[in-house]
């Protein structure tokens, strides 16, 4: 009896051990975008000052990946997930820079769209699993690739999405669950039919649905899917420009609300019902930068065409926010900046300020709550930057298309405190985890950790 007492214990104690391991705080994982809705802070992630790719130091490991994919790294607990699209035909350059081509990379070659895991301790693929295959539905710009959505994670699904080749969800094995095909879903410029630049919002995961914005130039809509059975919950149409940014959720203290950027219609939705909340147009119209939340605000950029606003936005908003030409503010919208948003990056909110960092390295800083504008100082030598800031431990980091990683001290008052090169193309945004700063760069997944002693 003893024994079987014994044994019964151990099988306890064994299943509650089990379940205690398995326990992941989520706000501590890089679950999307720019991590936890999409913040792009990660404190206490204890990360080296400096690395060197190469000579090796603080380089934990380097995991080649083929094809072309400009979706940022996600990670929860040791699994890393990142997706790329790989040709036939060997096309997997991109051109950096700031310059006016809207043309679009004439290839019609086969693709494998593709999802990778890798284990974040040592970097080796633990499975990798071709999610569609065929002849890309739409062309991509010079800068871009046909795998640009960043995936996103629970800890027991990641979702990734490939624009017009479809929607696929995973168990964290790699087992498929479920998909779905939108059609064509065409990203291009507005004014020129032919520009054709591919999809690259990324979806997000929040009460076990699963978000997703697609902006495009005909048959737009938000919408809502579980995540465990694909079942669509709500699904509204759009109509605007097309735009390549990613949904985030906010609070407004009753009800969770899905908050888009857009153009001729940013604004709120039910995330339970889909229901239209509040609606704003006017700004930059082609807008790609995520909306930030904090402070009970939320905060919105844009760039191209006439302005370049940016927004701080109450998260009581309800109705029509639009202001009228050259107003700042209203009942809902606490501050605005007409000019000065970035065309590419997302905001950083980082203690008591936002950070603007824009396509040709400008890093503006605004108190958060007043907007005040406290520096605004060219970070670097580089030629353009995509990337957009993330930040751990005071330190703000910001990458250009040429691989050189600035590290810029938090604060009100500018000061440039390291560089450091990976002398690999980045187009992405880096994720923060575990005393790990990650990369994806042009040919490699690229792991910084301070070395042990």
């Not at 991509?140 to 990641?158: D, Q």
């Not at 809502?224 to 097309?242: F, H, I, M, S, V």
């Not at 001729?264 to 930030?292: F, N, Q």
Request: with cysteine; glycine share 10%.
């Amino acid at each position: 009896m003893q024994y079987r007492i014994s044994v019964l214990t151990v099988f306890i104690l064994f299943f509650v051990f089990s379940a205690y391991a398995q326990k992941v705080d989520a706000t501590r994982q890089w679950s999307m975008f720019r991590g936890n809705l999409a913040s792009g802070v990660m404190d206490n992630a204890k990360l080296p000052a400096e690395w060197n790719a190469e000579t090796g130091e603080n380089i934990a490991w380097k995991t080649p990946i083929s094809g072309l994919g400009h979706a940022s790294p996600i990670v929860w607990g040791n699994q890393v997930f990142v997706t790329t699209a790989m040709s036939e035909q060997v096309n997997d350059d991109v051109k950096t820079g700031i310059y006016g081509s809207i043309g679009s990379v004439p290839d019609s070659s086969v693709y494998e769209w593709k999802v990778y895991c890798l284990n974040l301790s040592s970097g080796e693929v633990e499975w990798e699993k071709t999610a569609h295959k065929g002849i890309p539905e739409q062309k991509r710009h010079p800068m871009s690739s046909h795998a640009n959505c960043t995936p996103a994670t629970n800890g027991k699904f990641v979702v990734a999405l490939f624009g017009s080749e479809g929607l696929y969800c995973y168990d964290m094995k790699g087992n498929l669950q479920w998909s779905k095909d939108f059609g064509v879903l065409k990203s291009n410029f507005f004014l020129v039919e032919d520009a054709e630049w591919e999809f690259a919002s990324s979806p997000l995961i929040y009460n076990n649905l699963v978000i997703i914005q697609c902006d495009v130039a005909s048959n737009s809509f938000v919408a809502a899917y579980n995540l465990e059975t694909g079942e669509q919950q709500w699904k509204k149409e759009r109509d605007d420009y097309p735009g390549w940014s990613t949904p985030n959720v906010y609070s407004d203290g009753e009800k969770n609300i899905v908050a888009v950027n857009g153009y001729k219609h940013r604004g709120g939705y039910d995330l339970e019902t889909g229901e239209e909340i509040w609606r704003m147009s006017g700004g930059g119209d082609i807008p790609v930068p995520t909306p930030v939340i904090g402070n009970d605000l939320i905060y919105f950029n844009s760039a191209h065409g006439k302005l370049s606003p940016i927004y701080a936005i109450s998260k009581k908003a309800n109705g029509d926010l639009t202001l009228d030409d050259g107003e700042t503010s209203n009942e809902y919208v606490k501050w605005a900046k007409l000019r000065g948003g970035a065309y590419m990056g997302t905001m950083l909110l980082y203690g008591d300020y936002l950070y603007n960092a824009r396509w040709n390295g400008r890093l503006s800083c605004f108190n958060a709550q007043s907007g005040e504008e406290m520096y605004s100082e060219k970070v670097g030598s580089g030629n353009s930057y995509t990337s957009s800031p993330v930040a751990a431990d005071g330190i703000i980091y910001i990458a250009d298309n040429d691989g050189n990683v600035y590290s810029v001290k938090a604060g009100p008052e500018y000061e440039l405190i390291a560089t450091n090169s990976l002398n690999e193309v980045i187009m992405s945004t880096p994720a923060i985890v575990n005393k790990y700063l990650l990369f994806r760069t042009g040919q490699h997944v690229i792991a910084v950790s301070a070395e042990e002693e």
